[in-house]
């Protein structure tokens, strides 16, 4: 994507974000990554009368292995102290679950995470229209006691909804504190501490983040109170199993956040190898009608549990229900409000 155009879908996304004349705003990279998001939303910026930085932290070491939560930034309270004073960060590092995220949210800021290649933020662009019917699920996720999923496959799991707020994701963010990821598109909550049971069955085709891959065999989990007590199954059972070990951390079972895709403009299939290299999935967890389950840390939301070991699980051909009330059957969301035109 040329600059030029890349400029332009920037500038909707700080339209959409509510960015205005006199607003500080800093864009944050990572030794040489995104350089040019950077000048894109400097250039866009400016047009709408920000005051727009460019932060640049030299480039993480290699340690050969993703951990969530762990950025560069721990060891650079001033920067931090720079991004609290700042109305809107524009993230384009991946701050997310992250003590430094938290401290910048609690000082006011809102936070726009872009990481996705540009062809992908073109096509998912923030509308208003997925904003209301994601603010609309949100109201419907954020009212309920008890969520339960099926599948044809074998799941049938229970969550316990009493504890964890109900965070909406729409792709923007205009409000203080508030952060978002673009591209994204769905909302989702976490059962109590110990409020999840049952059988999740992930099923070919459903896919593993971050691997980024399509799952070909089963993989059966089994949750008691709202731990994974045994994953079992073919090839990619395994390598789940050895890769959640091999953070020799026992909270990386816990169950994390869980909800349902919202966008009509992402695909299942833009997982596939060599569309759009260099994205970390979103496309995957926000496709109309996916049903999301994850594992590891609830920081995000409140809670305490901060392990660095994460696995996000967007499934197909699911039902949801809330409080015994269909929200999606078999992969279609099925509640007319949250349906779109």
């Not at 430094?100 to 872009?114: F, K, P, V, Y």
């Not at 662009?125 to 954020?142: M, Q, T």
């Not at 909270?251 to 569309?275: D, I, T, Y």
Request: proline residues 6%; charged residues 20%.
């Amino acid at each position: 994507m040329d600059h030029a155009s890349f400029t332009e879908i920037c500038l909707h996304q700080l339209k959409m974000s509510g960015v205005h004349d006199g607003e500080t705003v800093v864009v944050l990279t990572q030794g040489d990554e995104r350089r040019e998001y950077a000048d894109a939303f400097l250039a866009a910026g400016r047009r709408l009368g920000a005051n727009i930085y460019h932060l640049r932290i030299p480039a993480a070491p290699i340690t050969g292995g993703w951990a969530v939560g762990q950025t560069m930034l721990g060891s650079m309270p001033e920067v931090v102290d720079a991004l609290k004073a700042a109305d809107m960060l524009i993230d384009c590092v991946f701050l997310l679950f992250s003590p430094e995220q938290i401290a910048i949210q609690a000082a006011g800021t809102r936070i726009l995470t872009a990481i996705e290649p540009p062809e992908l933020l073109a096509r998912m662009l923030p509308s208003k229209e997925l904003r209301e019917n994601v603010e609309c699920a949100g109201e419907l996720l954020a009212g309920a006691k008890h969520m339960r999923i099926t599948s044809p496959h074998g799941t049938d799991v229970s969550y316990t909804l009493n504890t964890f707020p109900t965070l909406r994701e729409y792709g923007s963010t205009d409000e203080p504190g508030r952060w978002d990821h673009w591209p994204s598109g769905f909302v989702f909550t976490g059962g109590d501490d110990d409020g999840v049971n049952g059988q999740i069955v992930v099923a070919p085709g459903d896919i593993l983040l971050p691997q980024g891959i399509y799952v070909r065999e089963p993989i059966i989990y089994t949750i008691e109170k709202g731990w994974i007590t045994d994953i079992r199954g073919g090839l990619e059972a395994d390598l789940v199993n050895s890769y959640m070990s091999s953070f020799n951390d026992e909270r990386g079972f816990g169950m994390s956040h869980v909800g349902w895709g919202m966008n009509p403009n992402a695909k299942w299939h833009g997982m596939e190898p060599g569309l759009f290299p260099g994205g970390m999935g979103m496309e995957a967890r926000s496709y109309l009608g996916n049903v999301m389950f994850s594992t590891g840390p609830n920081n995000e939301l409140g809670g305490s549990n901060d392990t660095s070991c994460h696995l996000d699980i967007p499934m197909r051909g699911c039902s949801l229900f809330l409080d015994d009330e269909a929200v999606v059957l078999d992969g279609e969301i099925v509640v007319k409000e949250l349906q779109f035109t």
